[in-house]
């Protein structure tokens, strides 16, 4: 019997373009479920309180702090005895909208750079682009320049302080839209801002990183 070449090959050509689509289908699919869990995740972070069944996270102590020395980092967060996050407690979201607040209020000695690292048993100086001390609620979400809303963040191991700072112009913006409260703007950056950088779009992420130059760049 004579073999139709041409048969198999358009056969075989199906088959393979069938698998690729497949592939490609499968991977689309992937995608987009793992974007609806971001998706769902930020929704569940940056929603209301009245709004979730029950919030178990540690509560928000703004100002309480409770140790000055051998204090340790934890993760990707300070230790909170030593900075639970201080507010100007009369900012609104009318005030940290305006262009420029955050230039207008910021007030970081060099001493109290000094004293941060001291606290936190690093020494000081530090290698340039190594750490900031960062304001753990931003200066741009109404934080203050207390030093119990300071500590040494940085920049290594991931997500490090380039990371925060994404968190901390995603927030405001998202605040100055009318889209997440300030006070729980505040909270949530304080808390999980690890959580919150993880549920960000990665391209929402690279529109961030070219329209806020980082200073360590």
């Known amino acids: ?16 373009t069938v698998g690729v689509l ?6 689309y699919l992937f995608t987009h479920h793992v974007q609806i869990a971001r998706d769902a995740q930020l929704a569940s972070l940056l929603s209301p ?11 928000l102590q703004i100002g309480l702090r409770v140790k000055s020395a051998d204090c340790e980092i934890q993760g990707p967060l300070p230790d909170s ?49 190594s750490y900031e001390v960062d304001h753990l609620i931003p200066l ?37 839209a009318n889209r997440v409260d300030l006070s729980v703007a505040q909270k949530r950056i304080a808390n999980s801002w690890f959580l919150i950088y993880n549920s960000i779009d990665p391209k929402i992420i690279e529109e961030l990183k070219k329209k806020y130059r980082n200073w360590a760049d």
């Open 22 to 27: 497949g592939v490609l289908y499968s991977a």
């Open 81 to 129: 005895d030593c900075t639970p996050g201080s507010i100007f407690p009369n900012a609104t979201k009318d005030e940290i909208c305006v262009s420029g607040y955050s230039k207008k209020v910021r007030n970081v000695s060099t001493k109290l750079k000094k004293k941060v690292f001291s606290q936190y048993g690093i020494s000081y100086p530090v290698p340039f682009g």
């Open 49 to 59: 309180p009245s709004a979730r069944l029950a919030d178990e996270e540690k509560p």
């Open 1 to 16: 019997m004579e073999i139709n070449k041409s048969f198999f090959i358009k056969v075989a050509y199906s088959f393979l």
């Open 140 to 176: 741009a979400l109404g934080g203050n320049n207390d030093i119990a809303n300071l500590w040494p963040k940085s920049a290594q191991p991931f997500p490090g302080f380039y990371e925060k700072n994404i968190v901390g112009n995603y927030l405001h913006e998202e605040v100055c």
